[in-house]
């Protein structure tokens, strides 16, 4: 099971920016869709962006046209570059490898205030 470990998470006040990372333990040529989720207290884990091997990448809604996703194929690592950020956007991010057997990193944290 491939291991993930995200990093860049942070403080930041609104309509400032952040990058996110996550590093995957092998080549993600084998890993055929990888995906940002987020969770904020008190609410269900859901959907920011996934970036499929092959194809479109699609976002939440809410993230359209403020996040970019991307994938880094040298170096087995997915990134969200987060502009724009608003308070509903705080919550602890994770990156997963979606397949049979899906595999999740430990999150970071991005807290979005003034």
């Known amino acids: 099971q491939v291991q993930l470990e995200e990093s860049g998470g942070g403080w930041v006040q609104p309509g400032g920016s952040l990058r996110l990372s996550c590093a995957a333990s092998?080549?993600?040529?084998?890993?055929?869709?990888m995906a940002w989720y987020r969770q904020a207290p008190e609410k269900q884990r859901e959907l920011v962006a996934r970036l499929p091997r092959w194809g479109s990448r699609t976002y939440a809604d809410s993230v359209v046209g403020r996040f970019t996703a991307s994938r880094d194929n040298a170096k087995n690592t997915i990134n969200l570059q987060m502009n724009s950020l608003k308070p509903e956007d705080t919550a602890v991010y994770y990156c997963k490898a979606e397949g049979p057997t899906p595999s999740w990193g430990q999150g970071t944290q991005v807290t979005v205030s003034s």
């Open positions: 092998e080549s993600l040529f084998s890993l055929d869709v």
